[in-house]
């Protein structure tokens, strides 16, 4: 996983919430991104970020806001869940350049 | 907008077999094309990273070879054994360090 953590793991909700999910690197990857996994759909990418407080949108963005205040941190926000969120989350991480990107272990999360 | 396709989108061989699994994307504008496999309830381990200048990387086993003008890419797999038995998804790299993934093939490899 080169050093991606994700927290929490598992997660049940309730419709309305607010929830955020974290991802933690150690290896100092300029970039950071949230995926959502579906069945039938592969990974979608919701939001990415290219620096400290530099962020943009991804295919999936609707519904999803994110932060970067530190190097090490990219937090996803669902400011009020929807059943249509529940989903497995993976964050990863890369370095420009072509390079690969690296996976956290996912957070799988329930909206009831 | 780029789409990338993976058949089949299941696959079950007996031990022992070699096996191909194939990728396609409709914008041959791409960086690089990445092979990565997860196993049920995990993240995704990168197997190889295909630049868009190459034309195929092996690791041990595996060899994926890209077509870039065709929008295609393969990755064979020789003499399965069932610790292969994995979800192995496609992704092609786009402008701003971006993946794009393929829905994923799941490989069933029978002892």
């Known amino acids: 996983d080169a050093g991606i953590t994700q927290s929490p793991r598992h997660k049940v909700t309730e419709t309305g919430t607010p929830v955020t999910l974290r991802c933690h690197q150690t290896?100092?990857?300029?970039?950071m991104y949230w995926y959502r996994q579906d069945p039938g759909h592969g990974l979608r990418l919701i939001h990415y970020?290219?620096?400290?407080?530099?962020?943009d949108k991804g295919e999936v963005s609707d519904g999803y806001s994110v932060s970067r205040s530190k190097t090490e941190d990219f937090l996803l926000t669902l400011e009020s869940a929807t059943s249509s969120q529940t989903s497995v989350y993976f964050c990863?991480?890369?370095?420009?350049?072509?390079?690969?990107?690296?996976f956290g272990p996912g957070t799988r999360l329930t909206v009831l | 907008k780029q789409e990338v396709t993976q058949i089949p989108a299941a696959l079950s061989v007996p031990e022992g077999e070699n096996l191909v699994l194939n990728c396609s994307f409709t914008?041959?504008?791409?960086?690089?094309l990445q092979w990565f496999r997860q196993d049920p309830g995990k993240g995704l381990t990168s197997l190889l990273l295909?630049?868009?200048?190459?034309r195929e990387q092996t690791s041990g086993r595996l060899n994926a070879s890209l077509d870039k003008s065709s929008g295609r890419s393969t990755l064979y797999i020789a003499a399965s054994q069932p610790g292969d038995s994995a979800t192995y998804l496609c992704?092609?790299?786009?402008?701003?360090?971006?993946?794009?993934f393929g829905a994923g093939t799941i490989l069933r490899v029978k002892s």
């Open positions: 990863a991480a890369g370095q420009e350049g072509y390079n690969e990107q690296f």
């Open positions: 290896e100092n990857h300029r970039y």
């Open positions: 970020s290219y620096g400290v407080k530099d962020t």
């Open positions: 914008d041959s504008a791409i960086y690089n």
């Open positions: 295909i630049q868009s200048s190459q």
């Open positions: 992704a092609v790299e786009e402008y701003g360090n971006k993946l794009v």
